[in-house]
């Protein structure tokens, strides 16, 4: 995973605690593509590789990140740990565990005690999009060309529930 394509000028780190996590994280991989958001991508474990956590803090804020998009599933400190080693905003997304089907990964995520802040999404691929989406969203406010490809995917969004042929319009 760590490989995997590290584009020119990331604006947003994509970080996962495992390379199981990668089949939720993949909606947020494809949304920040489709709205030609530079990201890089690393799986990051809070408990397997915690020495990783301040060196990745610090390079987010090195490279003047937007934010990082955290996702992890189970006692999920990944994002928190995170957002302790760094101003990067941090964006968690709870990966749907199979013991407690992701409700221990939202309420670990969700759960920040005042002062330092973790931004939770919902759980899994819902939640994996939407992130990447608000961080577009973030970008967007200085960045003209994000916000108009981020304004089309609304257009196109609204669009399609108008194109339903099962939509009377009323
Ligand atoms: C967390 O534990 C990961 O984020 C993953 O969701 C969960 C299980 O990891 P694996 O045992 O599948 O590597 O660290």
Redesign the pocket.
Known sequence: MNDLAVQAAPRVGVV??????FETMQGALDVLRDLGVPYEVRVL????TPALLPTYGARAERLNFTCIIA????A?H?PGMLAAFTRVPVLGVP?Q?RALSGQD?LLSIVQMPAGVPVATFAIGAAGAKNAALFAAAMLATTDEAVRARLDAFRAAQTQGVLDDPHFDGH
Do not use: C, F, N, P
């Open positions: 996962m605690g495992s390379r199981s996590d474990s809070a408990h397997r996702g992890a599933g189970g999920a990944l990966v565990s990964s």
